[in-house]
């Protein structure tokens, strides 16, 4: 089960009275599994499935519920120990659940912040984390600002980069430039790993990159992806990304691609003045 | 001049991405001296790495407001290459915006 299922379960569930909630019975597997990424605790459900519990380290990140800015720095704090990648995987983890954790606090208007949790496949040495939140959805949010007619086509405003919610003016507002998802869906493609995002009733993925050129589109609809409409409703935002371990690229590289990507999308080439770096 | 040190900032982590307390550092540090037309020091020392949203609300606002006088007053000190490019993302889209702005 991929981390963005479970958190989906979990967000579906956290608000509910647990007398409210009823799981069929399942398979000593899979109740085990459930039990240790923590979907009982956090709905507050009972379980006859024991588990010994052994330390998280290497394996997975049990589902966390995060409400608050502090929470979610807190959070990352602790996660980063917990998936004992090497430390530069860990920071592009790091990277991509603040970035994700902070777009939902900040735009999704959920009571319920943030539903998510990462999980270790030793197969694949790939690390999948998903992200789930009950707020408004994407739409809603860009369309304070944009015109978005449809659920899809919010999503492809909110990865282009320099397009946020809060504002329509260029560049943003002191505090958003719309380039959260831009970020991370560059991090995705340039790693050739799974991304996925599904709001209302549209869902967008980006498909593996096969060429070998660096290259990053600010339209997601450029780059190889698939989408789905007319989807079962899901009333807020679900975000899955994999982050494969085996080809993580230099995060050197990574930013020298999207400044790259800026700079094509610049109207005007003016020399731009310099940061003095001391 | 003053030196904000970044790392005691935000806490002790080697990772800038709470950007509630670079909004916090820009509003009741980096304006009033800019406001001011004072130089000031915005030190990365131990900064591992930055996310965009951490940069961008640490100087969005100044540039906006001062436009190059803000990259006159402002001295980034001890940034690795990650943050240095980091921050050159941030004022090229930056910059870029404000030029689309007065074409």
């Given amino acids: 089960m991929h981390p963005i299922v479970l958190s989906m379960i979990a967000a579906l569930g956290i608000d509910l009275d647990p007398k409210n909630i009823h799981i069929e019975k399942l398979e000593a597997r899979s109740s085990h599994y459930l039990v240790r990424m923590g979907l009982f605790r956090i709905l507050q459900l009972e379980t006859e499935t024991s588990i010994q519990e052994h330390a998280p380290e290497g394996r997975f990140i049990p589902l966390k519920q995060v409400k608050t800015s502090d929470e979610l720095a807190e959070f990352i704090s602790e996660m980063i120990p917990l998936l004992h990648s090497d430390s530069e995987q860990s920071k592009t983890i790091g990277y991509i659940i603040s970035e994700l954790g902070r777009n939902v606090l900040e735009h999704s208007l959920s009571e319920s912040g943030a539903i998510l949790c990462a999980q270790y496949y030793k197969k694949s040495n790939t690390i999948r984390i998903g992200m789930a939140d009950t707020g408004i959805g994407i739409k809603r949010a860009i369309n304070v600002s944009h015109a978005a007619p449809t659920d899809l086509e919010a999503i492809r405003l909110a990865l282009w980069p320099g397009i946020t919610g809060t504002t329509n003016k260029p560049g943003g507002t002191a505090k958003n430039a719309g380039a959260g998802l831009f970020f991370i869906k560059a991090i995705a493609n340039l790693n050739k790993d799974f991304f996925v995002l599904y709001s209302g009733s549209s869902f967008y993925k980006l498909l593996v990159n096969k060429g070998k050129k660096l290259k990053l589109n600010a339209d997601p609809f450029d780059d190889r992806h698939s989408t789905l409409d007319n989807l079962p409703y899901w009333q807020g935002t679900l975000v899955g990304v994999d982050l494969s371990l085996n080809q993580t690229r230099e995060y050197e590289v990574l930013l020298a691609a999207i400044r790259d990507t800026y700079y094509r999308l610049r109207k005007t080439k003016t020399a731009h003045k310099k940061a003095r770096f001391i | ?103």
């Fill in chain 2, 1 to 103: 001049m003053i030196n904000i040190n970044l790392y005691r900032a935000i806490g002790e982590t080697d990772f800038a991405e709470n950007k509630d307390i670079g909004e916090k550092i820009r509003v009741s540090k980096i304006m009033p001296e800019l406001s001011k037309g004072n130089e000031l020091i915005l030190d990365f020392e131990k900064i591992d790495r930055a996310t965009q949203s951490f940069i961008h609300s640490l100087i969005s606002d100044p540039v906006r407001k001062y436009g190059d006088k803000a990259l006159d007053l402002i001295i980034f000190k001890n940034c690795n290459d990650n943050v240095k490019s980091m921050i050159n993302i941030v004022l090229g889209y930056l910059q870029d915006a404000m030029d689309n702005k007065e074409a």
